[in-house]
């Protein structure tokens, strides 16, 4: 069955409202945005524990907000820098599209094919109990994997692409887990940034 329709994709989901947006950024925008993302910002390579067991992330990442407000997950404590130019373009032209607000973004590096993010939803207390996640994708195409939690047929794969937006919304961080999973292919850096709205608790 196909999940979608051609150029914005709404995904026909149980417990979950999907959009993804394949051309969201011109090539000549993702290309420069790519570039001064990877060189300007100060990338992080924090340790995680998963099952007990400590390790470096195989990512490297960064966190931009508009106020002081940290943000945690896996036991990572990160806090934010001051959203950068290119940062606050991307973000207001999301905010634009879509008509909703942001004053968070966490940036990862996925360096190569070794670099992946394990099965999770953004279900952090800071962010509320239905929220908005814009994802935006920049450089080396990676594979989008996502599954419920209780419908075990209900598991799919997206392939991000280079300038697109990928908008999770509704319950799906309640109801849905995803991943970027490892290739052993021989492939390019990738830089992915996921806006979300931090409220105080």
Known sequence: MDLFSQEKQHFNLPNAELVYIPNFFSVSEADSYFKAIETDTNW???????????YKQPRLTALFGDSNQPYGYSNIVMHPEPFTKPIQ?????????????????????YRNGNDSNGWHADNEKELGEHPVIASVSFGELRAFHFKHRTIKEQRHKLILEHGSLLIMEGEMQKHWLHQITKTKKDINPRINLTFRKLITL
Request: glycine content about 4%; cysteine-free.
């Open 44 to 54: 992080q390579h924090d340790d995680i524990t998963v099952f007990g067991k400590t």
């Open 89 to 109: 373009h991307i973000k207001a032209k999301i905010e634009d599209a879509i008509k909703h607000s942001f004053n968070t973004v966490l940036v990862n590096l």
